[in-house]
């Protein structure tokens, strides 16, 4: 997974990575709302999901010590990061800073 995780976020638009894990509610409150992002911003943005639980290299990596965690990537670089549940307004509001 390592050498696709860094080509994904290496990516020029901007990349949403969801830190979760199947028995996190608020990782269930957080889902919808990047799935509308993703829905409403299409081809500007990339959302990807990445399970702490199977891919405990990649949370390691990146300090992740709660879930949800969301990193905004760009061109490889952490633009952003916030743990919790974010709101979509929120994160509009960051990737449009960002983009």
Partial sequence: MKGSFDSIINDPRPVIVD??????????????ILKELATELGERIRVIKIDVDSN????????????????????????WRQSGVVSKSQLKSVLIENT
């Fill in 56 to 79: 405990n290299q990649i949370a390691s990596r990146f300090n992740v010590q709660s879930v949800p965690t969301l990193i905004i990537f760009k061109d490889g670089k952490q633009v």
């Fill in 19 to 32: 830190f979760h894990a199947l028995w996190c509610s608020p990782c269930k409150m957080q889902s919808p």
